[in-house]
């Protein structure tokens, strides 16, 4: 995907945005948790959508 934006309603796993370049995703964990070693996180920004600015 190049620029676009995907919802994640589930699942996902180690290899999430391989080959993604630009866009945004959003992404949806029910218990809450977010392991940052599924991910490059020299490649992404992370925000907490329901953080206030």
Do not use: H, W
Request: overall charge negative.
């Amino acid at each position: 995907m190049t620029g676009g934006i995907a919802v994640i309603i589930g699942d996902f796993g180690r290899n999430f945005a391989a080959g993604m370049s630009g866009g945004i995703a959003y992404l949806y964990a029910a218990d809450g948790t977010f392991d940052e070693r599924n991910f490059n996180m020299e490649m992404i920004g992370l925000e907490n959508p329901l953080q206030k600015i």
